[in-house]
């Protein structure tokens, strides 16, 4: 079993600028990808990004050239820094690790409004 906590979410303004970090614990040698993804109420979770081991990333269209994912495997831990929100970024955020399940954190509420 691996578990995942995230913490950095919140509210920030258009523009601004959130960095979200997970660290997963548990069987964690059973990882390969880890990412995040998002979801809004009525709406089916979408990929943000994710990043292999070796640290290859992945990201939607809709934020490449904002956001940056990255991963230290010696701490277990992948990081999502979000630059130039938008009001369309609000979401909740949610880790993800890929073993031979995947597994998911409890999500963090992101609001990008003025």
């Known amino acids: 079993q691996v578990h995942l906590m995230e913490s950095g979410g919140g509210l920030v303004q258009p523009g601004g600028s959130l960095r979200l970090s997970c660290v997963a614990s548990?069987?964690?040698?059973?990882?390969?990808?880890m990412g995040w993804y998002r979801q809004a109420p009525g709406k089916q979770r979408e990929l943000v990004a994710t990043?292999?081991?070796?640290?290859?990333?992945n990201y939607d269209d809709s934020v490449k050239g904002r956001f940056t994912i990255s991963r230290d495997n010696a701490k277990s831990t992948v990081y999502l820094q979000m630059n130039s929100l938008k009001p369309e970024d609000t979401d909740v955020y949610y880790c993800?690790?890929?073993?031979?399940?995947?597994?998911w954190g409890q999500g963090t509420q992101v609001t990008v409004s003025s």
């Open positions: 993800n690790a890929q073993g031979r399940v995947y597994y």
């Open positions: 990043v292999t081991r070796g640290g290859s990333p």
């Open positions: 548990g069987n964690i040698y059973m990882i390969n990808a």
